[in-house]
């Protein structure tokens, strides 16, 4: 990964997200994670095969079937929408194995102007429950099977932009049947996200201590102030 971070928080339990997403438990159950990085397990939602919501636990870096090891999983971490479809190692999981993530919300770092980064947490102002667009695939490595997946990223637009060029496709409600289906239409999946559910955000500086994975608790996502004059950092997540 280098000098790029990636995380996110879902915080949820089972039983709030199965009833959000109007889908079946098979996860047993796992707890609120404010400091979700790449590899760690989380919760996703997907079709059965029998067409009901999955809620499931995978971990966060898509591995293809043909990969020879896991061990490339932690950059394999977003897809972008702008090549998602012809992607080698993304298409197959697009065309066919498409999935909800759930998150609270989602941090980006801003260079201060004294070389330290303000890390950034952009979450629904009303605690309402984000779903990234993703994809998934299971890898098997004797005769144990992982289900891995991807969140794609689009460009970020509006006020998000000033924080990072990139952000996650976000899904409303509306949405969510279709990305899940099956369509003749997969650019349409694409779209932007809404305009009304962007305005919805918070921009929330928080405190510093979220930079290290080892950290996690509610205090990460608590507002702090800011230092003034900040600039643009490089790209971080997604």
Known sequence: MGGMCGRYATTRSAGDLSAVFESTDSTGGFGPDFNLAPTDPAPLVRLAPEGHRLLSLGRWGLLPPWSRSPAGAA??????????????????????????????????????????????????????????????????????ARLTFSVLTTAAVGELAEVHDRMPLLLSPERWAAWLGPTDEPAALLAPPDAGQLAGLEIRPVPAAVGDVRNDGPELIARVAPAAGETAAEPTLF
């Open 75 to 144: 950059r394999m971490i977003n897809a972008r929408a702008e090549t998602v479809a012809t992607s080698r190692a993304y298409a197959p999981s697009f065309a066919r194995r498409r999935c909800l993530v759930p998150a609270d919300g989602w941090y980006e770092w801003v260079r201060r102007p004294d070389g330290g980064r303000q890390p950034y947490f952009m979450t629904p102002r009303d605690g309402s429950v984000l779903a990234f667009a993703g994809i998934w695939s299971v890898w098997e490595s004797a005769g144990a």
